[in-house]
């Protein structure tokens, strides 16, 4: 029986060990070592690459990167959850196609979906374009190359995840409780707050995390969208590698990185869990 | 006595579906009302337009008098007690209590004060503090029941009250339920497909078909005077003869003319149901003038009770009676045994609908 069930997870083990644990244990003693001379790696150990990654220089680049992340979080929230909750709301059979209608940008390439705010925003662009045209501007607003243009692309990007894991979550909660809510005296303000809210925590959290785990290691929005101005972690990360050639000093930022993933998706997991088995004695 | 809530040619469709068809009914000031009807006949809806979580497509709703077909559920004085309960899982029963009087204003000890006394009310006292997800089935009834009741309500709706307890604890929350509503003295509307429970619970009862009251009155109107073959097959046990309505009697083939009640209000000629309430039907092993022969096909042991199923002689028909477990018969009914079974002519009832 276990040696059946350990057969048919050899597969999924071996691609996961050769590809992800392999990797990641080889970035992590990477870190340990010293750059050699010529971009090559010189195997005599130092913690020196983990004093240098708190130094205040990458420091800031990881703060400005979290903001960076946590903005794009927030924004995607606010977009997400109104967008969530209509979906929710609509007729079963209309659900589905409008969750597919969600997921569609995801059939093109991010690249070429990033390029295509470049055309949306820059100086000459349609948005400035049609404002010029309609006289509510004199100037071209500055909207491509800054961290609005940033933002605006990670949370194009990324909100279809916000959208479907709090669909997940508030369609799992139903009309029922906060009928009953209304039906005690309370307003929908109200009700939102005290019972709509608290009940899709778990469902904002999954998204929040997705969101800003995938826009903080995101290198391809800072850089196009950003005009290669400001530098997020990610973009440190792919300049160390392939610009300075320092491996063991983009291994230790990248472990780093990798880890904060880690714990936070783990923080997240943990709280789904205690969220379902609190479900599961209810039902 | 004026009415508390008035419902006047109330309808509401979903699509084709006329879940409500037009209602007509009133509910007096410290009445227990059942809605009582088969699945799908429209309740849940009548009771959530009442609450005002459906509009009416016509007609009106009025409380005290007033016009609340327009009033949204939360400016409604009524509160409904839902199907599943729909307690908030991540507040503990005395925030559950709680939230309906925090949404008045009521704050610190007058707020404490009222809750305790809603869960001292349906003996919840010692767990307040505990979450839905850790009682038993019957403790988040009374929860449920707790946290309406505490909104002192001038009408409380309640769905299926009863619905998920097992026989035994629903018997016990039927007296319950009968005292908090005497002892509050708010209105109750309760509904149930459970037509026993709505006998034993109700001051008056609608039963609702397809979307349509079907009949109202009291427990006792409603069985012993059933208005249609729907009414008498829906409440209670009764046996059904099938016939025409002839000179002195009620003509059923291969049986001869019966004896019935009110013969005259239905024309001669006219088709028509028979209706015999099993507990009726006197069984004797003796011939007797206007009794039928019968043969018994089986029986059933209830207890204080036991039903007897009989073929009539010649004809076949069916028939079931009910006879008091003390009954000089009783002891030695078995299949095949030979009886003699009449019924008293102001115990059949001549049903045309
Ligand atoms: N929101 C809705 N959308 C479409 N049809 C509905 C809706 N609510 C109820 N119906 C339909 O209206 C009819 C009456 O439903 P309702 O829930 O009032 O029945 P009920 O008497 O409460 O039945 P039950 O005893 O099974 O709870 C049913 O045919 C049902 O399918
Ligand atoms: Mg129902």
Redesign the interface.
Same mark, same amino acid.
Request: cysteine-free.
């Given at each position: 029986m276990t040696s059946n069930r350990l057969l048919l997870l050899a597969p999924g083990l071996a691609w996961l060990t050769a590809l992800l644990i392999i990797p990641c244990g080889l970035i992590f003693v990477l870190g340990f070592f010293e750059r050699g001379v010529y971009g090559g790696i010189d195997y005599t150990l130092t913690t020196e690459n983990f004093a240098r990654a708190v130094d205040p220089l990458y420091a800031g680049i990881f703060l400005y990167s979290a903001r960076i992340a946590l903005t794009a979080v927030v924004f995607s929230l606010l977009i997400g959850y109104p967008a969530a909750t209509c979906i929710a709301k609509q007729p079963k059979r209309r659900q589905m196609p409008l969750l597919i209608l969600v997921m569609m940008p995801f059939w093109s390439n991010y690249l070429i979906r990033t390029y295509a705010w470049i055309v949306l925003l820059n100086r000459e662009g349609l948005i400035n374009g049609a404002l010029t045209k309609l006289g509510a501007i004199s100037e071209p607003l500055p909207l491509l190359y800054n961290d609005f243009a940033i933002v605006t692309g990670l949370v194009y990007g990324y909100v279809p995840f916000m959208i479907l894991a709090l669909y997940s979550s508030i369609s799992k909660l139903g009309p029922? /409780?906060a009928?009953?809510?209304?039906? /005690? =005296?309370?307003?929908s303000w109200?009700t939102f707050l005290?019972?709509t809210l !608290?009940?899709t925590l778990p469902g904002i959290a999954a998204g929040s995390v997705f969101v800003f785990v995938l826009s903080i290691g995101n290198f391809v929005t800072p850089d196009l969208l950003g005009g290669g101005k400001r530098t997020m972690l990610g973009n440190l990360i792919y300049d160390q590698f392939l610009t300075a050639r320092d491996w063991p000093f983009g291994a230790t930022l990248a472990f780093l990185l990798v880890a904060l993933m880690m714990v936070l998706l783990t923080c997240q997991a943990v709280f789904v869990h205690r969220s379902a088995t609190?479900?599961e004695?209810?039902a | 006595m004026s009415a508390l809530l008035e419902i006047a040619g109330v309808a509401k469709s979903f699509g084709t579906i006329r879940a409500v068809d037009g209602i007509d009914l009133a509910v007096a000031p410290n009445e227990f009302f059942a809605l009582l009807g088969p699945s799908g006949c429209g309740k849940t809806t009548l009771l959530r337009l009442i609450?005002g $979580?459906e509009h009416p497509d016509r007609g009106t709703i009025r409380l005290d008098g007033a016009d609340i077909t327009a009033t *949204? *559920?939360?400016k409604r004085p009524i509160? /409904?007690m $839902?199907q599943?309960y729909? /307690? $908030? !899982?991540?507040m503990t029963v005395f925030a559950n209590v709680a939230? =309906?009087l925090e949404?008045?204003g009521l704050r610190g000890a007058a707020l404490k004060a009222r809750v305790e006394q809603a869960l001292g009310l349906v003996q919840l006292s010692d767990q307040a503090s505990r979450? *839905?997800?850790?009682l038993s089935g019957g403790q988040k009834q009374r929860v449920a029941l707790a946290?309406a009741l505490v909104?002192r309500p001038k009408l409380l709706l309640l769905d299926e009250p009863l619905g998920a307890l097992d026989k035994k604890l629903r018997e016990k929350m039927q007296i319950e339920l009968k005292r908090l509503q005497q002892e509050t003295g708010i209105a109750f509307l309760v509904v149930t497909h459970d037509q026993e429970e709505a006998l034993t619970m109700a001051d008056r009862i609608a039963l609702l078909d397809h979307g349509k009251v079907a009949q109202l009155g009291r427990p006792r109107d409603l069985y012993e005077r059933p208005e249609s073959r729907f009414v008498a097959d829906f409440v209670g046990q009764m046996n059904f003869f099938e016939g025409h309505r002839r000179g002195s009697g009620f003509a059923v083939a291969g049986l001869g003319l019966l004896p019935a009640q009110d013969l005259d209000a239905v024309p001669e000629g006219t088709a028509a149901s028979l209706a015999v309430r099993p507990e009726r039907v006197v069984l004797s092993d003796t011939a007797q003038p206007g009794a039928f022969a019968a043969e018994v096909v089986g029986s059933a042991y209830m207890g204080q009770d036991l039903v007897v199923h009989l073929a009539l002689a010649g004809s076949g028909l069916p028939l079931v009676a009910r006879l008091p477990a003390s009954h000089r018969l009783a002891a030695d009914i078995e299949r095949g045994r030979q009886v003699h079974c009449s019924w008293a002519a102001e115990h059949a009832r001549l049903l045309v609908k």
């Open positions: 029922e /409780l009928e009953a809510s209304t039906d /005690l =005296g309370a307003d109200r005290r019972i !608290p009940l609190q479900e004695a209810r | 609450a $979580f *949204p *559920p939360n509160n /409904l $839902f599943s729909a /307690l $908030f !899982p991540h939230y =309906g949404m008045e979450k *839905p997800h850790q946290r909104k």
